[in-house]
Structure formats: structure tokens, C-alpha cells
């Protein structure tokens, strides 16, 4: 997960609702973060340090947020959490037809699969 904030309440019901769906840090899922503390600059750079770990996705609340990963990646999928339109920010191309390796997390579902 980056962050724009620190950390908090947010990354806190985040891992309840995993942890609701049978995900348990430390015992079947890892969880890596990164929080800006409200620096947009640090995006990038906190950006390209989850990538360099190899996740097997990355939650991006906010659509600076998921700017700034997508800026960094093309392979490893993003779920980002906003409440803008995603094709009028340039994270799908359309709603029929996303492409890329983003998601929408919430009412808003664009599927897209890790190649391999």
C-alpha cells in the first residue's frame, strides 16, 4: 500500500476487512507500506520502492496516489480507492475497455489481469 497520509484508522479497517475474508498478515499474506506524511513529492520515490519489492499488487487510495504508482509500473496491478473517474485521469483507457494493469475498488470494477 502507498499512502499520500500516515498512517492510521484507514490501513487499520483495510486489515480487519482482509483479515474478514480469511487474509491474516503473517501467516497467508505480506503487506508492505509506504506513507508520503502528506509529502506529495515523496510519491514517486515511495512509489518505485514498493515496486522494487515484486508485489503481487499495490493498493493506491486516491487518484494522485495511483498516478504516481501507475508512473512507476505497467505489470504489477493497482487497486486504486477514488472517487473520480478513472478514464478522465488517465488510469483506464475505457470503461469497456480499461487496458493496463489498474483496478477500481469501489463502484467502479475495471478487471484486468498480471501477465505473466
Known amino acids: 500500500m502507498l499512502?499520500?497520509?500516515?498512517?492510521?484508522?484507514?490501513?487499520?479497517?483495510f486489515d480487519r476487512s482482509l483479515a474478514d475474508r480469511g487474509y491474516v498478515f503473517g501467516r497467508n499474506v505480506t503487506k508492505a507500506s509506504r506513507w508520503a506524511e502528506g509529502d506529495h513529492d515523496k510519491l514517486a520515490e515511495l512509489a518505485k520502492e514498493l515496486v522494487s519489492l515484486n508485489p503481487s499488487l499495490i493498493v493506491a487510495p486516491g487518484y494522485v496516489v495511483a498516478l504516481a504508482v501507475r508512473r512507476a509500473t505497467s505489470t504489477?496491478?493497482?487497486?486504486?480507492?477514488?472517487?473520480?473517474?478513472?478514464?478522465?485521469?488517465?488510469l483506464a483507457k475505457s470503461f469497456a475497455h480499461p487496458g493496463g494493469n489498474a483496478c477500481a475498488f469501489q463502484t467502479i470494477v475495471i478487471t484486468n489481469s498480471r501477465p505473466s
Open 76 to 90: 504489477i496491478p493497482i487497486v486504486f480507492i477514488i472517487a473520480s473517474d478513472p478514464v478522465k485521469i488517465g
Open 3 to 13: 499512502s499520500l497520509n500516515s498512517p492510521g484508522s484507514d490501513i487499520e479497517a
